[in-house]
């Protein structure tokens, strides 16, 4: 079947401007990841959907982002008025439930705020 | 201190040469991920594991929660697992843990024919 997927592949954006990624996790899994991995940056946690509600948010570097999940499936992760520091590789990852279940990436989103 | 630590960073190999990756983490896991991303690529999930042994192919990841350390080794190394390897732990024990992976920095590994 088909794997995660995320749009856009690629955006650039400038400095100020507000950007949605999107991701479509495998169907049937409940949970979903997002991450970011700046360049030559290890990867962080960003939120954690269970479901539709996010349980844990703290990996959100600021109150600029924010992110919602549909229907148990899709989910947006916005920044608003981007900033230099930003651009990164934003990585979702999906998996059959929160606990002891194996996570599928996305390819990403590759986000430059000029 | 990371609560991930991976050696070495880079790594370069001949073709054919047995390769380990080594992991140690700081918090308590319900489960360590080795994850591979090639360049520009995406990011595949090679192991999943809390305890023991596990292979697939050319590929073994063995993990010592008393220790706190997992190796990741492969065998018979070819130019095309040349990438990155990131160790991920999910911190948390039992049914409490919903899977917030904790990363390492990667190590960079080069084989060359």
């Known amino acids: 079947g088909a794997g995660v997927s995320q749009s856009p592949s690629n955006k650039v954006t400038e400095k100020g401007k507000d950007v949605e990624l999107r991701c479509d996790p495998i169907?049937?899994?409940?949970?979903l990841y997002w991450y970011r991995q700046s360049l030559g940056q290890g990867l962080e946690f960003l939120i954690y959907f269970q479901g539709n509600s996010a349980p844990d948010k703290s990996g959100l570097p600021s109150d600029r982002f924010s992110a919602e999940r549909t229907g148990g499936s899709v989910s947006t992760l916005t920044i608003q008025r981007t900033q230099q520091e930003d651009s990164a590789v934003y990585l979702c990852?999906?998996?059959?439930?929160?606990?002891?279940?194996?996570?599928?990436f996305g390819p990403g989103t590759r986000l430059l705020v000029l | 201190k990371n609560e991930v630590e991976q050696s070495p960073q880079n790594l370069t190999a001949q073709e054919g040469e047995f390769i380990t990756i080594n992991c140690s983490y700081s918090v308590g896991i319900s489960a360590l991920h080795w994850l591979q991303q090639h360049p520009g690529g995406g990011i595949v999930s090679l192991f999943m594991?809390?305890?023991g042994k596990k292979k697939h192919g050319r590929l073994i990841a063995t993990i010592n929660i008393q220790e706190k350390h997992s190796s990741l080794h492969i065998t018979a190394s070819h130019p095309r697992d040349s990438a990155v390897y990131i160790c991920?732990?999910?911190?948390?024990?039992?049914?409490?843990?919903?899977?917030?992976?904790?990363f390492g920095q990667g190590t960079i590994l080069t084989v060359h024919p």
């Open positions: 594991l809390s305890s």
């Open positions: 990852a999906s998996s059959l439930s929160g606990n002891q279940a194996t996570q599928y």
């Open positions: 169907s049937g899994h409940t949970a």
């Open positions: 991920a732990v999910r911190s948390g024990a039992g049914g409490t843990s919903y899977g917030k992976l904790t």
